[in-house]
């Protein structure tokens, strides 16, 4: 199974990114997707999951800002970032939780993509 992800860059205080990711590989169907994010010198936090059915959870601090989203038939997962801030500055990575056979799960994390907001 790999993630693959995609949409970091360069942006200015205020303006917006969208981050995708695809999974692929042996999957028998992809409980829940999610990114995370991890900024230099602090630890790997949660900025948003949703489930299979669609039920999505995000930080505080994403609230109102970003959005994430999911096609199903393709086993993607998307992050549109509004109003990016300098705090949102980390490098984002994708997770999923991927059934991979009945009853065998595993936990898989994409390579991560550099997100930079300038101030």
């Known amino acids: 199974v790999q993630l693959q992800a995609s949409g970091g860059g360069l942006v200015q205080a205020g303006g917006s990114l969208t981050l995708s990711c695809a999974a692929s590989?042996?999957?028998?169907?992809?409980?829940?997707m999610g990114w995370y994010r991890q900024a230099l010198g602090k630890q790997r936090e949660l900025v948003a999951t949703?489930?299979?059915?669609?039920?999505?959870n995000y930080a505080d601090s994403v609230k109102g800002r970003f959005t994430i989203s999911r096609v199903y038939a393709q086993n993607t997962v998307s992050l549109q970032m509004n109003s990016l801030k300098p705090e949102d500055t980390a490098v984002y990575y994708c997770?999923?939780?991927?059934?991979?056979?009945?009853?065998?799960?595993?936990?898989?994390w994409g390579q991560g993509t550099q997100v930079t907001v300038s101030s």
């Open positions: 997770n999923a939780e991927i059934q991979v056979a009945i009853g065998v799960f595993r936990n898989d």
């Open positions: 590989g042996s999957i028998f169907t992809i409980n829940a």
């Open positions: 949703i489930t299979s059915g669609g039920v999505r």
